[in-house]
């Protein structure tokens, strides 16, 4: 039988962890080098749109989830399931966000170990024109890599070991404001050293020729990431929240929070890009490459700024990252009566082992190919981002849409308003399944079999 989820004391630490959890590499790294892939504008405009009509409505599925049946992704569903009288087999979507958060910890890691790496190489001050070759010298070191994801995986397992309230709660509170004070000075220096009006208006500009299938399902898998959606974190997180808290309120806290980290991490990067010369479509090296030549350009103001900016970058990506434990724990936790500190040593234990294989797609396995896509980190980046994300996303909306309809109610949720209430409902239940499962179809034609329709 599996147990209830003990509860934070108090209403902070639910927006804390879940502002915490959101605010990660996908803004600072993810968010600007899909703009500059995409665009810019257009994929900017996409993406708040996406946030605001289908991101936010499935959130709050998520947290409502969570809240309501008062355990980890699984066991919630179950529970949920059961009220409403309806199959058991839909926690399978709990299982499919476990299993996302687990491949997700397993590359996130990695890519983490990278940024901690750079804190160290842009404090040394590199050659201007350097910054490709040591990349690429970086790329191919595979016990470097190691130590480094090591690092950053042990540390936040040993967080999430101590708990939501002594681990969660307490970390958030210090990571936090570290983060937003970070942000807002990268932002500030970006806009005394760069050129802050061609970082804004490549940011906001429109190019109707920039439109295609892949662009709309960026923005929107973006979102879904950005927002920690569809990997059982937020029903994790939901299931702590105190019983007066209310869903709707708390979810528009994050997700506002979450989109703004993103804008201002783009008007961070790009005003100095862009003010020294560079163009911002450098693809998923912007952060390593672009930005490192960017201090390495700025001489020895660049060895005080570029340690900054990676710092910032790691302390987003730690908070994501035991949000990211944070689902599989509370399973074996509450499903299969461990205790904290073996739930933890068991899921670091198997995430050491993906990112070991995600470090190797970087180097020794680099060419090995899966289907159509370049290498195992790219395959495991793909797997749980492009095709399970949306599909956990799309289960949820349609869990709750359609067999909790009886079960979710005003009170829970914040939402006085019937009208509201019954336009979020219908969102989930209509809108949000047939557009994911649309550009889900559409996106995945589109990278495993390279058909493309517009
Ligand atoms: N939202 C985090 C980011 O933007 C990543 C994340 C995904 C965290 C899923 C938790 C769950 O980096």
Redesign the pocket.
């Known amino acids: 039988m599996a147990s209830q989820s003990s509860q934070w004391n108090n209403n902070t630490a639910f927006l804390l962890a879940a502002t915490g959890?959101?605010?990660?590499?996908?803004?600072i790294w993810?968010f600007p080098y899909k703009a500059g892939e995409n665009g810019g504008g257009l994929f900017v405009l996409l993406y708040i749109f996406f946030v605001i009509t289908l991101g936010f409505p499935v959130f709050m599925a998520e947290v409502f989830i969570g809240k309501k049946g008062k355990s980890n992704p699984v066991s919630s569903i179950e529970t949920l399931a059961k009220k409403s009288k309806s199959s058991s087999k839909w926690s399978i979507v709990g299982y499919g966000g476990i299993l996302a958060?687990l491949i997700?910890a397993g590359y996130y890691a990695v890519i983490a170990g990278f940024v901690i790496n750079y804190g160290f190489i842009s404090a040394t001050g590199l050659e201007a024109g350097a910054a490709a070759a040591v990349y690429e010298a970086e790329k191919a070191n595979f016990w470097e890599m190691t130590f480094w994801f090591s690092l950053f995986l042990f540390a936040s397992g040993f967080v999430v070991a101590n708990g939501i309230d002594k681990g969660i709660d307490k970390a958030m509170r210090f990571l936090l404001p570290m983060l937003f004070v970070l942000v807002i000075a990268m932002v500030g220096y970006g806009a005394v050293a760069g050129d802050f009006s061609s970082g804004l208006n490549y940011l906001f500009s429109w190019k109707a020729e920039d439109f295609s299938a892949g662009t709309i399902q960026a923005a929107i898998g973006q979102a879904f990431?950005?927002?920690?959606i569809g990997?059982g974190?937020l029903m994790a997180f939901g299931s702590y929240m105190p019983s007066n808290q209310k869903v709707s309120k708390a979810s528009a806290v994050v997700v506002t929070a979450d989109t703004g980290v993103a804008l201002l991490a783009g008007l961070a990067i790009f005003p100095l890009a862009l003010g020294l010369g560079f163009s911002p479509n450098a693809g998923d090296t912007l952060v390593f490459v672009t930005m490192t030549e960017v201090f390495a350009q700025l001489g020895s103001v660049g060895q005080f700024v570029g340690p900054l900016f990676y710092f910032l970058l790691a302390v987003a990506a730690f908070s994501?990252m035991i949000?990211?434990l944070e689902p599989s724990v509370a399973y074996l936790t509450q499903k299969h009566s461990m205790t904290r500190a073996k739930a933890s040593t068991y899921v670091v234990a198997f995430c050491f082992l993906l990112s070991l294989i995600s470090v190797a797609g970087h180097n020794v396995w680099s060419t090995v190919s899966i289907g159509a896509l370049d290498n195992p980190f790219e395959a495991m980046k793909y797997f749980a981002d492009d095709f399970l994300l949306l599909l956990v996303g799309t289960g949820m909306s349609i869990f709750v849409g359609w067999r909790l309809e009886k079960v979710v109610d005003a009170d829970t949720m914040g939402i006085n308003n019937k009208n509201l209430m019954s336009l979020w409902v219908f969102v989930l239940k209509v809108i949000s399944p047939i557009f994911l499962m649309v550009i889900w179809t559409l996106g995945n034609l589109q990278i495993l079999f390279d058909i493309r329709f517009f």
């Open positions: 959890s959101a605010v990660g590499l996908g803004n993810g958060s997700i990431f950005s927002m920690s990997m974190t994501s949000s990211i």
